[in-house]
């Protein structure tokens, strides 16, 4: 399953309101590897109490540790004759993928979510991988539904949150770029639906669910406190030039920086004329006839991304 880095995208960590100071020094004194996961959990047994802690430990410890490393898809392949061998050798290669990416640091995001996984179950923590697709790029825009990632619903004192340790550690962009962050910790569902679709519509944790074809038609969500409910124009992903006349009108919930600009591929041009609200803002881009891509930008950085037809 491939892991795109998310583009344009920067995510400050945030952490739940909880203190993770502790949890977080003490895993800096963890080695870097172990020779199996029952190991690396004794270690957080020892140091840790609550299932708050020792997710947080669980989590931390795999996005400083695991790089992203797409040559990890050519150790597993295998060939099978029945579903009885297939249920078998299934078992014997998520055993491997765990054991792989706790004693070589590298992993896709199978080897991600199955080790969060395993250090869970090792902790008698309820929790299960999620299969799905994700939106990272212009390309994602519109297209079907593709089973390409994994990541992981975890319960914390019988509550579910999602987490995605793969996104959680970095980026890829011909190599792995180390970037911890705790955005996709407990990642509330209304944000965590901008990136990432389960097969499974309820694995989303949300009160009310959307549609695979609504998840792709959204537009990239940058900015990383917008949610899609927010988005009121355009809420789609896919602009027809026909449907406008000389420009697209734009009605966004819930944000109001200082400065909004625009650009169709090159120069980022600032956008004077801005309507602000009590809870939104309004504000028109000029439509560049036969332009493919257009990217808002708030405060100078990448905020909402659409493909143009």
């Known amino acids: 399953m491939k892991f795109v880095a998310l583009l344009f995208i920067f995510l400050n960590a ?21 020779e199996n996961p029952e190991k690396l959990s ?9 299932e708050e802690e020792k997710v947080r430990a669980i989590y931390t410890w795999i996005i400083q540790n695991v790089a992203y490393d797409p040559d990890e898809y050519k ?28 004693q070589t640091g590298r992993a896709v995001c199978e080897g991600y979510a199955m080790l969060f996984e395993k250090l869970c179950e090792l902790q008698g923590i309820k929790n299960y991988l999620v299969r799905g697709d994700i939106k990272s790029n212009f390309s994602d825009i519109g297209r079907p ?10 319960s914390i004192d019988g509550k579910p949150y999602l987490f995605d340790s793969t996104w959680g550690a970095g980026k890829y962009n011909e190599k792995f770029i ?7 910790y407990k ?16 694995d989303a944790l949300l009160e009310e669910t959307i549609t695979k074809e609504q998840f792709a038609a959204l537009p990239l969500i940058i900015e990383k406190n917008l949610s899609p409910t927010d988005i009121e124009l355009p809420s789609k992903g ?9 420009e697209i009108l734009f009605a966004i919930k819930n944000v109001n920086p200082e400065k909004i600009s625009y650009s169709y591929g090159t120069e980022k041009i600032p956008i004077n004329d801005i309507e602000r609200g009590a809870d939104r803002i309004k504000f028109n881009v000029p439509l560049l006839i036969g332009a493919k891509i257009l990217l808002i930008y708030f405060d100078g950085k990448p905020a909402l991304g659409y493909k143009i037809n």
């Open 178 to 184: 180390k970037d911890p962050t705790y955005f996709y």
């Open 75 to 102: 150790k597993f392949d295998y060939k099978f004759s029945n579903y009885r061998e297939r249920n078998e050798k299934d078992e014997k290669l998520r055993a491997n993928i765990i054991q792989r990416t706790i």
């Open 42 to 50: 004794r270690f957080i047994t020892r140091d840790f109490v609550s």
């Open 14 to 34: 945030s952490a739940a309101a909880q203190d993770f100071q502790k949890v977080d020094a003490i895993l800096t004194m963890y080695p870097d590897s172990f």
């Open 238 to 246: 896919l602009l027809f030039e026909d449907e406008y006349f000389d």
């Open 145 to 154: 539904f593709k089973r390409i990632h994994m990541w992981n619903v975890a």
């Open 187 to 202: 990642t509330p569902p209304e944000l965590f639906i901008k990136t990432h679709y389960p097969d499974m519509p309820e």
